[in-house]
């Protein structure tokens, strides 16, 4: 009984070492992490031929559907609130001067029934993207509106202004509706 004993007492030191041998071994523990972080290791980067198959390769589509329900969301919220709807009288009053883009003065705001009649196709638009109901249409029904009237008045729009029109940009040719 006391050999049995002294043998796990053995087992359990030589467990010991292996674990505090693996914990000093960076390779393939730190391998390991960069593949549960990022999900590739890095020598599948290591070459132009393994960056194409990684880029290429399938992967799950829930991810870009959550990123275009989530922005189609904010772009819902933002409608109203940072992009003018709700002060739409305002900012639209015939004869308010306003400052312009360089080299856009030719662009002048609509009559403000047809400002209203811009702002909900972009609201709708963008209640498309967020359910993805007619994809594709619904991205351009919000695409066209929003970079209009973010050119029409420059003082009152931010730098992520410009981000929130470039992804739109880019998700009218992704196939975000598929699942």
């Known amino acids: 009984?006391?050999?049995?004993?002294?043998?796990?007492?053995?087992?359990?030191?030589?467990?010991?070492?292996?674990?505090?041998?693996?914990?000093?071994?960076?390779?393939?523990?730190?391998?390991?992490?960069?593949?549960?972080?990022?999900?590739?290791?890095?020598?599948?980067?290591?070459?132009?031929?393994?960056?194409?198959?990684?880029?290429?390769?399938?992967?799950?589509?829930?991810?870009?559907?959550?990123?275009?329900?989530?922005?189609?969301?904010?772009?819902?919220?933002?409608?109203?609130q940072e992009r003018g709807l709700s002060s739409l009288d305002r900012r639209y009053l015939d004869g308010l001067d306003v400052c312009r883009f360089p080299l856009l003065d030719a662009l002048q705001p609509l009559p403000l029934d047809w400002m209203y009649l811009v702002y909900t196709i972009m609201f709708l638009g963008a209640v498309g993207m967020m359910v993805g109901l007619c994809y594709r249409i619904s991205c351009v029904l919000f695409l066209l509106p929003y970079w209009y009237v973010f050119l029409l008045d420059k003082t009152s729009w931010n730098n992520h202004s410009y981000l929130y029109g470039l992804l739109a940009f880019q998700l009218t040719f992704m196939d975000a509706n598929h699942y």
């Open 1 to 80: 009984m006391a050999v049995s004993a002294g043998s796990v007492r053995a087992r359990s030191g030589s467990d010991k070492v292996q674990k505090d041998k693996a914990g000093q071994t960076s390779g393939p523990s730190q391998a390991s992490h960069m593949r549960k972080l990022l999900g590739f290791h890095w020598t599948d980067v290591s070459s132009w031929g393994r960056l194409v198959t990684l880029l290429n390769r399938p992967t799950d589509p829930a991810s870009l559907a959550v990123f275009r329900f989530l922005f189609g969301l904010m772009m819902v919220l933002d409608i109203p």
